[in-house]
């Protein structure tokens, strides 16, 4: 559930990458030139890609994953394919733009951070990034909310799993070498929103839940499952989310999945449906879950009159496309 912005939300600034200490992981690092050719030569297709056709025309839907090995960072054939036919790359946010940046940087209303901070709650964060080897002064004068979204997303470091190397960021670096005109599918003030909730009530119940889960060591069991998930191309798992997301137990949670998945995949869809149908070919890169069960993004599009064709892992030719 977790989107483009939380993984780029602890790469955005080099002193957010690592403090550290001889039980902390190593930081993340970029590649050298001299290996990204046979990076790029040994990637294997790695998460959930769909050709649709419409109109005489075809786009593609990409499941993207938060957080990534190294090794696996670069796109396989089949998915490096699809980009260089598609007219447009399609993402939940442009994090080259400016003004969502701003956005989603801005520091945490004075009164919440009171609250938060008279609390305990902003302590017991900065308590579990510092046991992540997270600094802690970096996280300041963030919202409070995205902080624990940003741990949340970090837990996966200890077993080389990072968000540096998310699927989502290095898909809009390529896009951008490739010279392809890049469309956000929401805007950030809606993302953010998601997370710090207008309610305060909402947020503060959002954090326990990351401190529940990050302690117990639940947050880093989650992120692996997905992750090794998405790395297998385990499409079956993908559409049983619901019996393993631990994100439907109570009405509660089925409000807030609602909220995060459901309702924007309907929204996400009905843009998708007007650039293509305005002739363009769009390659659509948002988080996997988006893609699952009969509300995900595919099974919305089949009801709009697509042809839904599944590429990885199904298909093991590039000729498949």
């Not at 392809?180 to 950030?188: F, V």
């Amino acid at each position: 559930m977790k989107r483009l912005w939380l993984a780029a939300f602890l790469s955005m600034a080099p002193a957010l990458a690592v403090a550290q200490t001889p039980r902390c992981p190593p930081p993340a690092s970029v590649p050298p030139k001299s290996e990204l050719f046979h990076l790029l030569m040994a990637a294997q297709d790695r998460g959930f890609l769909w050709k649709i056709t419409k109109d005489g025309h075809s786009s593609w839907l990409y499941g993207t994953i938060h957080a990534s090995r190294q090794e696996w960072m670069l796109p396989g054939p089949h998915i490096r394919t699809a980009m260089m036919k598609s007219d447009l790359v399609a993402l939940e946010l442009n994090l080259q733009d400016p003004a969502t940046l701003a956005t989603l940087r801005k520091p945490e209303d004075p009164d919440r951070m009171q609250h938060l901070v008279q609390s305990g709650r902003k302590r017991k964060l900065d308590d579990l990034a510092a046991g992540l080897c997270l600094p802690v002064n970096n996280f300041s004068k963030t919202a409070v909310g995205l902080e624990a979204a940003g741990l949340s997303t970090a837990v996966g470091r200890v077993d080389g799993y990072y968000p540096d190397y998310a699927a989502d960021l290095v898909i809009q670096g390529i896009a951008a070498g490739m010279k392809k005109e890049l469309i956000p599918l929401e805007d950030a003030q809606t993302q953010r929103d998601l997370i710090i909730s207008t309610d305060q009530g909402d947020e503060d119940t959002f954090i326990d839940g990351v401190i529940k889960d990050v302690s117990s060591g639940e947050a880093r069991t989650d992120e692996k499952r997905l992750v090794e998930m998405w790395g297998r191309s385990d499409v079956s798992q993908l559409q049983h989310y619901d019996a393993w997301c631990k994100c439907l137990r109570t009405a509660k949670e089925r409000q807030q999945t609602k909220r995060l998945l459901d309702d924007r995949n309907v929204e996400m869809a009905q843009k998708i449906l007007s650039l293509h149908e305005s002739g363009k070919s769009l390659f659509v890169a948002v988080g996997s879950l988006h893609m699952a069960g009969p509300k995900g993004l595919p099974a919305l599009l089949k009801q709009d009159g697509f042809d839904i064709q599944q590429i990885v892992p199904a298909a093991t030719s590039s000729s498949a496309l």
